[in-house]
């Protein structure tokens, strides 16, 4: 139990091997505890791709992004060059970007395109506007969920700071030897967090599974909720990305819940963030998704037996 604190607060004079550790460690307690900057994410991709390997893969992918990161902000911790995060709250703007990404994948997966930006052009691929607003049914071809944009998010997202990274960049990054090994601790940290999100992808993926659909009926279910959790996710990320960059007081405020363990410790703006996409939006669309699939069924079974009755008759 007290190896597992000092997790928390590690002494000074570690070699690069117990860092690295320390680093992986807390990396696995990053990706386990739900986080704003991975669950959100990681579940709008995974629960897409509608089977196991495919949730694995957005995890990965996702982790890819951000394990890139952290290296680099290890690097600017051993550096001296993290103070910003001392002075600054960038949570804000990383909200923020964040939620746009977001919200341009959503609209791809929905709508067929990258909202009005020119991100078709510069992707080189052209896609038909739809025609309809009316709500999505089955017959409607809903995009394949942009991985590509899961490593965006995660190189991005690896920007926002919280407990675990103060420990990693001010306690852990500082202690190795030189430079060359400065972005190993962030690396560490990143795989440690990659591992959990494979995990929790494989799980997200497999969420409609547990009603024992079609595969053409998960897929669909996977595509609506991933987009829409995408889309509308995204809307909350940068609607509170805005605030926190107005009143940086909101990110501060939370209730304590006495577990000592991060991200378990409060229940915060972050936290509301998880309850929103991954809660409110995900789930709810799963909801909505799985309930529409069975009025459609029960409307088309309907239809045969009136056919059928009517066949009779004649």
């Known amino acids: 139990m007290l190896v597992f604190y000092s997790l928390f607060s590690p002494p000074s004079g570690l070699s690069v091997l117990t860092i690295l550790g320390f680093a992986f460690l807390l990396g696995l307690l990053h990706g386990i505890t739900p986080d704003e900057?991975?669950?959100p994410i990681t579940f709008s991709?995974?629960?897409?791709?509608?089977?196991?390997?495919?949730?694995?893969?957005?995890?990965?992918?996702?982790?890819?992004?951000?394990i890139i990161q952290r290296g680099i902000l290890t690097t600017l911790g051993f550096l001296g060059l993290a103070a910003i995060y001392q002075t600054y709250d960038l949570n804000g703007p990383v909200y923020l970007l964040v939620g746009?990404?977001?919200?341009?994948?959503?609209?791809?997966?929905?709508?067929g395109r990258y909202l009005h930006l020119p991100f078709d052009?510069?992707?080189?691929?052209?896609?038909?506007?739809?025609?309809?607003?009316?709500?999505?049914?089955?017959?409607t071809e809903l995009k394949p969920i942009p991985l590509k944009m899961a490593v965006v998010q995660g190189f991005?997202?690896?920007?926002?700071?919280?407990?675990?990274?103060?420990?990693?960049?001010f306690t852990l990054a500082p202690q190795v030897p030189s430079a060359i090994y400065a972005p190993l601790p962030g690396f560490a940290f990143g795989i440690g967090t990659m591992c959990m999100q494979i995990i929790l992808g494989a799980v997200f993926a497999n969420i409609m599974r547990l009603k024992h659909l079609t595969v053409n009926q998960i897929k669909y279910?996977?595509?609506?909720t991933a987009g829409r959790a995408l889309y509308y996710g995204g809307i909350a990320f940068a609607v509170i990305g805005?605030?926190?960059?107005?009143?940086?007081?909101?990110?501060?405020?939370?209730?304590?819940?006495?577990?000592?363990?991060?991200n378990l410790d409060a229940v915060g703006v972050s936290t509301g963030l998880v309850i929103i996409v991954v809660g409110v939006i995900g789930l709810g669309s799963i909801y909505q998704a799985f309930r529409q699939i069975t009025r459609e069924k029960q409307t088309a079974e309907h239809k045969n037996n009136h056919s059928l009755k009517h066949i009779s008759f004649d």
């Open 37 to 39: 900057h991975t669950w």
């Open 45 to 66: 991709y995974s629960v897409g791709s509608y089977s196991t390997r495919g949730g694995m893969k957005s995890g990965f992918m996702f982790s890819l992004g951000f």
């Open 100 to 111: 746009l990404v977001m919200l341009v994948a959503g609209s791809y997966v929905l709508k």
């Open 121 to 139: 052009a510069l992707l080189g691929r052209k896609h038909k506007l739809a025609q309809s607003n009316n709500p999505p049914s089955q017959k």
């Open 156 to 169: 991005i997202a690896g920007f926002g700071f919280g407990a675990y990274a103060t420990i990693l960049v």
């Open 221 to 224: 279910i996977g595509r609506l």
């Open 242 to 262: 805005v605030l926190i960059a107005i009143f940086p007081v909101i990110d501060s405020a939370a209730i304590k819940t006495g577990i000592p363990i991060p």
